[in-house]
């Protein structure tokens, strides 16, 4: 499972812990530059990387706990 964080926690770490070049603008050239999404190269993916980034074909056990750990959190479920 690949997932990034989100771009306001990029943002807050920077400006609430001084963390200077930690912003999500900051941070986002170093996510593209490590992926090979299959599905989208665009201005927030890339597709040179050598990280392979695609969607699963069949839904994996593995993903529906995930999604289901998020919802028992309070997130809800966005297909």
């Not at 992926?35 to 993916?45: G, L």
Request: proline fraction near 9%.
């Amino acid at each position: 499972i690949y997932t990034r964080g989100n771009a306001r926690d990029y943002d807050g770490w920077e400006k609430q812990e001084g963390l200077a070049g930690w912003g999500y603008r900051d941070v986002l050239p170093y996510f593209k530059r490590a992926e090979n999404n299959q599905r989208y190269a665009n201005d927030f993916h890339g597709d040179q990387g050598p990280l392979g980034v695609s969607n699963p074909i069949a839904p994996l056990p593995i993903c529906e706990a995930y999604f289901r750990a998020g919802q028992e959190m309070g997130i809800p479920f966005n297909p």
